[in-house]
């Protein structure tokens, strides 16, 4: 049986996600763009309302929602600021591969920190000459006879690199190996070998915290393996289905936020003697911003059903993300075309809409990753 209903459940959290939106999001969404501020209270609050991690095991602590329940909250809070949203997020990113592959001791250790703390993890796969081709990293890991690995390389674009209390980092025993030589490590923030470097001065989504982080003779304990090589780009591959479809949220979001605001406007603003909503030609921009919010929206509640059911269709978590990502970069262009000229300037909220669109279709697989992705399944390869 099909049932777009929503749980009363459900109802709830978006009620909760959206209340928390506007009294804690929205109000410092402005400042935190301009200053590249994160805001960690609002983090910490976030944490505390539960809207942080909701796909925590219960079993470590955690509040067990369903992967339906994330996008919720994370199509909520991105209506904010999909800044501030991409860095909550990011936890769920981090703490996937340790959910998908970490032994019971890393689960306690590591899930349990995020459940009983306000602390941050981040995923790092990607590096200065390897971001779509993740097969291609070349941070090295050696393996030590005492069964400790030793980590070199330098991790780029890392979503709160400067902020987070321990790192998932996707290392190689030997790059030749391609996808063969790549394992998965845990380091805490206090590992004498990682480093963090500057905060990357972005177009947008600036509340969000993005570094490079170094690995120099950083040393993992055997017990902080959590894939060894060889499994490692599986690992990364299965974490990135699993979080697809919270980036199709965000763009649903980040749409919702572009026709309310132009709706408002176009109601209000005047050409010709008339709204300018009553011009057939604003009309279409925004009827085509509703569908693409409904499209995405549909895609993104098919993606995360298949994750709740155990469904494995990473296609469908790639529809979501890529078109979900295409349309709010569409909605954000047309939410600056329907203001004209005050879409322009900072005064107004719409060009902040427009350059945070744009990292839905570079981050967690390009545009054009997610079509290869997507026609590797059609055509095989
Ligand atoms: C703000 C921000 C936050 C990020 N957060 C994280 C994070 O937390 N963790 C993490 O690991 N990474 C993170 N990233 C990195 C991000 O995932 C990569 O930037 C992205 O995967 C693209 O890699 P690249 O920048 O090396 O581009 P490249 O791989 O160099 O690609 C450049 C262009 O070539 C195209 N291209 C490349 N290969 C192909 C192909 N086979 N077919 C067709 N076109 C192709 C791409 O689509 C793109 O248009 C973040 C990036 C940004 C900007």
């Given at each position: 049986?099909?049932?777009?209903?929503?749980?009363?459940?459900?109802?709830?959290?978006i009620?909760?996600a959206?209340?928390?939106?506007?009294?804690?999001?929205?109000?410092?969404?402005?400042e935190?763009?301009?200053?590249?501020?994160?805001?960690?209270?609002?983090?910490?609050?976030?944490?505390?309302?539960?809207?942080?991690?909701?796909?925590?095991?219960?079993?470590?602590?955690?509040?067990?929602?369903?992967?339906?329940d994330?996008t919720?909250?994370?199509?909520?809070l991105?209506?904010?600021?999909t800044?501030?949203?991409?860095?909550?997020?990011?936890?769920?990113l981090?703490m996937?591969?340790?959910?998908l592959?970490?032994n019971?001791?890393?689960?306690?250790k590591?899930?349990?920190?995020l459940a009983s703390?306000?602390?941050?993890?981040?995923?790092?796969?990607?590096?200065?000459?390897?971001?779509?081709?993740?097969?291609g990293?070349?941070?090295?890991?050696?393996?030590?006879?005492?069964?400790s690995?030793?980590?070199?390389?330098?991790?780029?674009?890392i979503?709160?690199?400067?902020?987070?209390?321990f790192?998932?980092?996707?290392?190689?025993?030997?790059?030749d190996?391609?996808?063969?030589?790549?394992?998965?490590f845990?380091?805490r923030?206090?590992?004498?070998?990682l480093?963090?470097?500057?905060?990357?001065?972005?177009?947008?989504?600036r509340a969000?915290?993005?570094?490079?982080?170094?690995?120099?003779?950083?040393?993992?304990?055997?017990e902080?393996?959590?894939?060894?090589?060889?499994?490692?780009?599986k690992?990364?591959?299965?974490?990135?289905?699993?979080?697809?479809?919270?980036?199709?949220?965000?763009?649903?979001?980040?749409?919702?936020?572009?026709?309310?605001?132009?709706?408002?406007?176009?109601?209000?603003?005047m050409?010709?003697?008339?709204?300018?909503?009553?011009?057939?030609?604003?009309q279409?921009?925004?009827?085509?911003?509703?569908?693409?919010?409904?499209?995405?929206?549909?895609?993104v509640?098919?993606?995360?059903?298949?994750?709740?059911?155990?469904?494995?269709?990473?296609?469908?978590?790639?529809?979501?993300?890529?078109?979900?990502?295409?349309?709010?970069?569409?909605?954000?262009?047309?939410?600056?075309?329907?203001?004209?000229?005050?879409?322009?300037?900072?005064?107004?909220?719409?060009?902040?809409?427009?350059?945070?669109?744009?990292?839905?279709?570079?981050?967690?697989?390009?545009?054009?990753?997610?079509?290869?992705?997507?026609a590797?399944?059609?055509?095989?390869?």
């Amino acid at each position: 049986m099909i049932d777009f209903e929503l749980t009363d459940e459900q109802r709830a959290l978006i009620d909760t996600a959206r209340k928390f939106t506007r009294d804690r999001i929205i109000p410092v969404a402005a400042e935190c763009d301009r200053d590249e501020k994160f805001p960690d209270d609002v983090f910490k609050a976030a944490w505390e309302n539960g809207l942080a991690n909701p796909t925590l095991p219960a079993e470590y602590g955690g509040l067990g929602l369903g992967d339906v329940d994330g996008t919720l909250i994370n199509e909520e809070l991105a209506y904010g600021c999909t800044g501030i949203a991409t860095s909550i997020m990011a936890n769920t990113l981090g703490m996937t591969p340790i959910k998908l592959a970490g032994n019971d001791a890393q689960k306690k250790k590591y899930l349990g920190w995020l459940a009983s703390e306000p602390v941050m993890v981040s995923y790092a796969t990607s590096e200065p000459a390897a971001g779509s081709d993740v097969a291609g990293l070349q941070c090295r890991a050696k393996r030590m006879p005492d069964g400790s690995w030793v980590l070199n390389g330098t991790k780029a674009w890392i979503t709160n690199g400067g902020l987070a209390s321990f790192y998932v980092i996707f290392a190689t025993e030997n790059p030749d190996a391609r996808h063969k030589g790549i394992g998965a490590f845990i380091l805490r923030r206090d590992n004498p070998g990682l480093k963090t470097g500057k905060r990357e001065d972005k177009l947008g989504q600036r509340a969000s915290d993005t570094r490079q982080v170094m690995l120099e003779d950083a040393v993992v304990p055997a017990e902080d393996v959590l894939a060894e090589p060889g499994v490692g780009f599986k690992l990364a591959m299965e974490t990135f289905n699993q979080t697809r479809p919270d980036i199709g949220a965000l763009a649903t979001g980040l749409m919702r936020r572009c026709l309310d605001e132009s709706v408002a406007y176009a109601k209000e603003r005047m050409a010709f003697g008339r709204p300018i909503a009553e011009q057939q030609l604003v009309q279409q921009m925004l009827a085509e911003m509703a569908i693409r919010i409904e499209a995405t929206g549909l895609l993104v509640r098919k993606a995360a059903w298949n994750l709740e059911k155990g469904i494995r269709n990473p296609i469908v978590s790639a529809y979501a993300k890529a078109y979900g990502a295409d349309a709010a970069m569409q909605s954000a262009l047309d939410a600056v075309q329907i203001f004209g000229g005050n879409g322009y300037v900072k005064e107004y909220p719409v060009e902040k809409l427009m350059r945070d669109a744009k990292l839905l279709q570079i981050y967690e697989g390009t545009a054009q990753i997610q079509r290869v992705v997507i026609a590797r399944h059609l055509v095989g390869g």
